[in-house]
């Protein structure tokens, strides 16, 4: 993790990229509390997500559950190998386990999202 990455309320997490793209994933907090993934979801190349709007899914034994846009913008690139290797999510939610790959409309917006000490806080009130 770097002190770049940023998090969404919806338990998403990004981060900028020095080529102005930003990877976008789940937090271990959100892969441990779905547990047992059978599915996921992506968008395809080209689309374009909005901060706060569905941009996928993904499915566990218990529920399924949206992917929430951090910042609005454009997918350069997907994980694709992501959707048969779910296991990844949880061995490396913040490198390997990547979602998307999106070119922000506004590169500041990420920087209104919570930072890692005010993540973590929240996931500490969050009952379990």
């Known amino acids: 993790m770097t002190a770049a990455m940023r998090f969404a309320k919806s338990h998403e997490w990004i981060r900028p990229e020095a080529d ?19 599915f996921m979801q992506l968008p395809k190349v080209g689309s374009r997500v909005e901060a706060g709007q569905s941009f996928g899914e993904i499915e566990s034994v218990k529920a ?9 913008g454009e997918v350069v690139a997907v994980n694709a190998t992501l959707p048969e290797r779910l296991e990844t999510l949880g061995k490396d939610p913040y490198g390997e386990g990547w979602i998307v790959r999106i070119r922000p409309d506004d590169p500041a ?8 000490a005010a993540y973590d806080a ?3 009130s969050t009952p379990h």
Do not use: F, K, N
């Open 20 to 38: 102005g793209t930003a990877t976008v994933g789940i937090s271990a907090y959100a892969v441990e509390a779905l547990t047992d993934l059978v």
């Open 64 to 72: 399924v559950s949206d992917l929430y846009a951090p910042v609005s």
């Open 109 to 116: 917006a990420v920087d209104t999202l919570l930072d890692r």
């Open 122 to 124: 929240l996931v500490a």
